[in-house]
Structure formats: C-alpha cells, structure tokens
C-alpha cells in the first residue's frame, strides 16, 4: 500500500514538474521572441537626461492627422482626472520638450491612432503625482484630432532598459512612463508605466 501511494506521489511530482516546465519555458521563450522583435529601446524616452531617438518604423494612420507635428509642436493636452492634472502635450522627448510638459516619442504613434501612442514626463515635475494613477483610471487625451480616452489596465514597474515598454500593439494603446521611484535621489533605475486601452473617441 505505501509503495503504491509512493509511485502516485512520485508520478504526480513529475506531472507537475513537467507542466511548470513547459508553462515557464513558453513564458521564457515568449519574452526572448519581445526582446528580439522589439523596437530597439531608447532610454532617453523615459530617461532624465533625454536625446532625441533616431528613427524608427512604426505604423501610422494619417486619417486622424492630415498633418503630422514636427519636434517641438505642442501637439495637445493629457487629462489625468484621478491627480486633476491638464498637462501639455509636446512632440519629442528630449530635454527641451520635457521642461515643458509632457513628451511624445516621436517614433510612436499620434493619440487615437492604432498602434502603440508613448508618453513621458518627469517624475519631479508634471507626473510627481502619477504614483496615485493606477487600474481602471481614465486618461483623455486631446488633439487637433479629437478627444480620445484610455482606460488604465496594467501598471508596471520596470528596468530603466525594459524594451518592454514601446513595442507595437494589436489596438489603440498609450503607455505613460516615469522614472521611478518618485522619490529617489538621482538617476533612478526603474520605470512606472501605466498601460491603458483606448475605450472613447471623440474625432473631430
């Protein structure tokens, strides 16, 4: 009797050391697959001491936009109800475009369009509060375009170097990213990422 619940034992450990196996190796496998086809991250989006990226593909929509912003363009406002903030939205993300507000990667998309739109703002200045934004709060974007809100569904906190964080989306995403944490004394080395889908639009 105990040698048979022995062999039971021992054939469900190996049932469930297979299935962990295989569950973390697509997971693994899965983050390598990201790491290789992800856009090559530029810290300077997210970084305090920021440079312009160089160029890089990504998709567009030019229906909402029949012009597009050039660096420095103020290109709309950023409405975070949960911090009652109306933050000014500029078009790059390098120091000159951060001291004034709130920075759009220029490689990503505009806010409404398909595709992955990314934010960045310093944590000391416009986004010092962002730590209180968090699940199902509301972020409303508004442009020349229209006014386009996002639900938040996933905050993160990650490396500074997570390639993670401005990868294309299937859908209509804006990822807002600060140094993190919020308090720390210097460069930081970690980021906080809201991560929220596109649930209205109003196109004008």
Request: glycine share 8%.
């Amino acid at each position: 009797m105990n040698q048979k619940r022995l062999i039971a034992v021992g054939f469900f450990l190996i049932l469930t050391g297979f299935w962990i196996f295989t569950t973390n190796g697509y997971t693994l496998l899965k983050g390598y697959w990201l790491y290789k086809t992800a856009i090559p991250f530029e810290t300077s989006i997210i970084s305090e001491n920021n440079t312009q990226p160089s160029k890089t593909e990504w998709k567009t929509n030019t229906e909402l936009y029949s012009v597009r912003p050039s660096i420095g363009d103020e290109i709309g406002v950023l409405t975070i109800p949960k911090i009652d903030a109306q933050l000014p939205i500029f078009h790059g993300t390098d120091e000159d475009e951060l001291e004034k507000g709130v920075g759009h990667y220029s490689n990503s998309v505009l806010p409404g369009e398909q595709d992955n739109t990314v934010l960045a703002g310093h944590r000391d200045t416009v986004f010092r509060h962002l730590g209180e934004v968090g699940k199902n709060d509301l972020l409303i974007v508004t442009t020349s375009a229209g006014e386009f809100t996002y639900k938040v569904y996933n905050v993160r906190i990650v490396d500074s170097d997570d390639r993670t964080v401005i990868v294309p989306r299937p859908r209509a995403t804006l990822t807002v990213s600060t140094c993190y944490p919020f308090q720390f004394i210097g460069h930081a080395p970690e980021r906080y990422i809201l991560e929220a889908n596109l649930i209205k639009s109003n196109v004008n």
